[in-house]
């Protein structure tokens, strides 16, 4: 009993560890001074200017959209990379993960700056394309970061049993490997979106004329001042998500019961 | 049949390489008709009211896109990454850029509102850019010390309080080499344009005496420590200095009595630009009284313009020192030269060597 | 397949006995190695020809003759000094991780949540909010006149320094980091059957010997992924120390950064990322190393 307190002591003291700054920004959202370090009094002002604010909202869209589109393709080319990986023979899988972690050994202005020089020479034109397809390569290492573990840890007979019994090899993909690696699957998934929404100097480089993402904007304006607009934002987008996901836990939950009456 | 899926999966990718293929055309593809323009500026360096004025008095598409500081603009221009029509650097930036033959000389016939912008600043310019062939200014500032008067003892003049004991973990550092070796030589009467060894390293010798005083180096940080009384000292742009007294009526701003350093930020024409005329328009455009007017009022830098200073309403801001310093501090300030790239190395080397 | 943990290695020896069994298995293997065809392609376009265009530059001057002197900066008793604090830093950073993430992944798995996404979106969702925004409002947390001083203030207790000391750098790396060590090791640990580590008490083995022997080699997968996505980025950034480091420390990553931003010097940029890359490459080596030797000795 004592341990399972103190369990959930230890997850609720990371958990505000995790969010103290979150609360700071939400504060800062509703303060009527520009500056971080003085409270001028409370104000909506800020959540009124944003929606006004087409720079922002289309900045907001544009990023929403990469983060999504590359986090998808990324996870679907680094899913089957790992499978593939998985089932290669020593060198050259050791080969392959190797080039893996180059992106994320590269300082992000080293990759940003490479890809540039990349699509400057075969005369691609720099813009939303460029920007994605950057996303994806970055965002790639950290799918399959997150698949590798749980594959291995996958057991190769429950795949074979499920082919001996008859299961075509895709049908036994998708009933027995699919779901054992789901969830290293989805929290890749999570982390190439996360890296892609927060990515500023590869977008920096890769990007065309009036193509901003959240990132851009709000580094460009660090000389002048972050405007607490960008505080408004992520609050209502962090407000939004958790709202999300507590109907989605409350309906698991409700559903969970259910089946077990 | 596994080799089905891989095919898929190949399908959905070359699939989604001609989605993305699609997207080309949001770039810059044909940025070479007659009704656009590209635009590259500083962030929140202009009123986004202007940008809608232009597009509707002239009937040109704006393209808008902004950089955070000169070394992240360069490549991008040197590359032909993007070509961009109409581009924002700082004073060493133009003349690094003169001197690499990438700016278009402008065609004054297009800009007649260059008439109201103040002698005094053309002149100033010519200290990067000879003749005003190249450059129009766009802003301007000077670099002082924002001084808490609760914190000190004695009314702040000179760079010496910045390496005053008694100021120990109360200052707050220019983090940008230039501004710190400006600093620490004008202070020793040096030229703040200094390429003599023997100079330099008595600077270097200076901010390392300096460095276990300091609480921080920063640049952008500046504002927000000020205004929350974080440091008695900083160092930091005149432009930013309006704004941090509105937010802490404690503070006072000061050019130091050894001179300092005066930049000024103008409109240029890259050789890759595709749009020349429109881009002159544009400059123009940002010459105009009422415009400049705009534009000082929401970013709060200096503006060069003398015909828009007199429409200042605010007789306080108008004849703020902060703002539009008289003619005797202005004489103490300079403009920096790019001094190469191996005098840069030199530079960053012995300020890293200061944190060492 | 080579001996990645113990139940693998059951798994392989399986395999041996039955020789048909190992026909089938190869021919899979190979068709399988097939899905990893579209990402070789992606890697070629996007990875190795920048990789070369970053050596092309690291190993030439200016001029664009060859030269190793880029290299050879590394030597240069601030770029050395840079590095060794960088490595400090990020090594102390990663350890904390570990030591942070390993305790709450296990307690998540006791807790025995239905649902994983449900943990993947708490520990995420704080990243959401832009990077630099996070950190400058750990500024307004770590402060002379910042929140915790404030509440230490109001509680008559002697107020916290660690803003601009290298401490603050530390605590920045494990807070934007951390949630890349929490994911792999709760994932890993939350596939280990139940039923194994019964097996494992039953047959007599305490607490301790049961994570020793059992459960600590089963995540192991995870722990390197987590190790992997927590060293290589804080030996890199340059972000966190200039924001609440006050720049009074110089790591490697602020010197890379200074080569392309303020100079321009893509050469010197180029030849100490390559540096910076066979370190980083050599040390991954020496984990996974240490991954299978440990596996070696815990053949239980």
């Avoid at chain 2, 000179?158 to 620490?184: C, P, T």
């Avoid at chain 2, 600077?203 to 420590?225: E, G, H, M, N």
């Avoid at chain 2, 006072?252 to 103008?266: A, C, K, L, Q």
Wanted: glycine residues 6%; hydrophobic residues 45%; charged residues 20%.
């Amino acid at each position: 009993m004592v341990k399972k307190i103190a369990g959930k002591l230890y997850v609720s003291l990371i958990i505000l560890f995790l969010y103290a700054p979150i609360l700071v920004l939400i504060v800062l959202s509703f303060n009527k001074s520009k500056s971080r370090n003085k409270w001028g009094g409370f104000t909506l002002e800020w959540y009124q200017s944003l929606f006004k604010n087409d720079d922002i909202m289309t900045a907001l869209y544009t990023t929403l959209i990469i983060a999504f589109l590359s986090a998808i393709i990324a996870t679907i080319i680094g899913t089957a990379a790992s499978i593939g990986m998985n089932s290669m023979k020593k060198v050259p899988r050791t080969i392959m993960m190797g080039v893996t972690n180059i992106p994320m050994l590269n300082a992000d202005i080293v990759t940003g700056i490479s890809l540039m020089l990349l699509f400057v020479a075969v005369n691609y034109t720099l813009g939303f394309s460029s920007v994605l397809l950057a996303h994806i390569t970055f965002n790639i290492p950290y799918v399959i970061l997150s698949v590798m573990p749980r594959l291995k840890q996958t057991n190769k007979n429950t795949y074979e049993a499920a082919l001996d019994l008859g299961a075509s090899p895709m049908k036994a993909f998708f009933k027995v490997v699919f779901p054992d690696i789901m969830p290293g699957v989805i929290s890749g998934f999570m982390l190439a979106f996360t890296m892609s929404l927060d990515d500023f100097i590869i977008t920096h480089f890769t990007r065309g004329a009036g193509v901003n993402t959240l990132s851009t904007k709000i580094y460009a304006e660090t000389r002048k001042g972050i405007k607490p607009e960008m505080y408004a934002l992520s609050t209502l987008l962090f407000v939004s998500v958790l709202l999300l996901l507590v109907i989605i836990n409350r309906r698991n939950d409700s559903i969970s019961k259910k089946r077990s009456m | 049949m596994k080799k089905k899926l891989s095919l898929i999966l190949s399908l959905v990718l070359t699939c989604s390489l001609m989605l993305t293929g699609c997207g080309k055309s949001n770039g810059n593809s044909d940025n070479s008709g007659d009704n656009q323009l590209y635009v590259y500026n500083w962030g929140e360096y202009i009123d986004p009211e202007v940008i809608d004025m232009f597009e509707e008095e002239t009937g040109i598409k704006v393209i808008y896109n902004e950089f955070e500081q000169n070394e992240d603009m360069y490549p991008i221009i040197k590359t032909g990454a993007v070509n961009y029509d109409v581009v924002c650097p700082s004073d060493y930036m133009i003349e690094k850029m003169i001197s690499e033959d990438m700016l278009y000389e402008l065609n004054y016939d297009n800009i007649p509102n260059i008439a109201n912008i103040d002698e005094t600043y053309l002149k100033s310019a010519e200290g990067f850019d000879p003749g005003n062939k190249y450059s129009v200014p766009y802003c301007w500032g000077t670099v002082g010390i924002l001084y808490n008067k609760t914190m000190v003892d004695e009314p702040i003049t000179s760079w010496g309080a910045l390496f005053d004991e008694k100021y120990s973990g109360k200052i707050l550092m220019m983090d940008s080499v230039r501004d710190a070796y400006m600093i620490a030589l004008t202070y020793l009467g040096y030229d703040l344009n200094s390429t003599d060894e023997a100079q330099i390293d008595e600077a270097t010798d200076l901010l390392k005496s300096q460095y276990p005083l300091i609480q921080a180096y920063v640049i952008d940080q500046v504002r927000d420590k000020m205004i929350g009384n974080e440091a008695a000292l900083g160092v930091i742009y005149s432009g930013e200095a309006i704004y941090t007294q509105r937010e802490n009526p404690d503070l006072e701003y000061v050019v130091p009595e050894e001179g300092s350093n005066v930049w000024i930020d103008g409109w240029v024409i890259p050789k890759n630009a595709k749009n020349k005329e429109n881009a002159e328009a544009w400059i123009n455009f940002m010459c105009r009284e009422d415009i400049a007017l705009l534009n000082f009022e929401y970013i709060t830098y200096s503006t060069p313009n003398a015909a828009a200073r007199e429409l200042i309403e605010d007789e306080d801001i108008k004849n703020s020192e902060i703002a539009f310093p008289d003619a005797s501090i202005l004489s103490r300030c300079k403009t920096y030269n790019y001094l190469g790239e191996d005098m840069d190395t030199l530079y960053l080397n012995k300020f890293n060597e200061v944190k060492y | 397949m080579s001996n990645e943990n113990p139940l693998r290695n059951e798994i392989v020896t399986e395999e041996k006995k039955t020789k048909k069994k190992k026909d089938s298995a190869s021919t899979l293997g190979k068709s399988k190695t097939l899905l990893a065809t579209p990402y070789g392609l992606w890697m070629a376009a996007f990875i190795i020809i920048p990789l070369i265009l970053v050596l092309y530059y690291g190993l030439t001057d200016g001029n664009g003759n060859f030269t190793l002197d880029n290299l050879s900066l590394i030597a240069n008793p601030i770029n050395r000094k840079a590095l060794w604090l960088s490595l400090k830093l990020s090594l102390i950073s990663t350890a904390i991780c570990l030591l942070l993430a390993y305790p709450l992944a296990l307690v998540l798995k006791s807790m025995k949540l239905k649902d994983n996404s449900f943990i993947v979106m708490v520990v995420i969702l704080p990243m959401w909010m832009n990077f630099l925004l996070r950190t400058i409002a750990w500024q307004n947390i770590l402060e002379k006149n910042g929140v915790i001083n404030t509440i230490l203030e109001a509680l008559h207790l002697p107020a916290l320094n660690i803003i601009n000391t290298p401490t603050a750098i530390v605590l920045g790396m494990v807070y934007n980091f951390l949630p890349f060590m929490i994911l792999p090791i709760y994932n890993t640990l939350a596939k280990i059957d139940d039923n194994v580590i019964n097996a494992a008490r039953d047959l007599g083995a305490n607490g301790w010997v049961t994570f020793k022997r059992v459960i600590f080699p089963l995540s192991m997968p995870g722990v390197i992924s987590g190790i992997t996505m927590v060293f290589v980025p804080s030996l890199t950034t340059f972000a966190i120390s200039t924001i609440l480091g006050g720049s009074k420390i110089v790591l490697i990553g602020n010197i890379i950064e200074q080569q392309f931003q303020k100079l321009g010097n893509w050469n010197t940029g180029s030849g100490l990322s390559i540096v910076l890359m066979i370190f980083i490459l050599v040390s991954m080596t020496l984990v996974a190393k240490y991954d299978k030797d440990s596996e070696g000795t815990n053949a239980w």
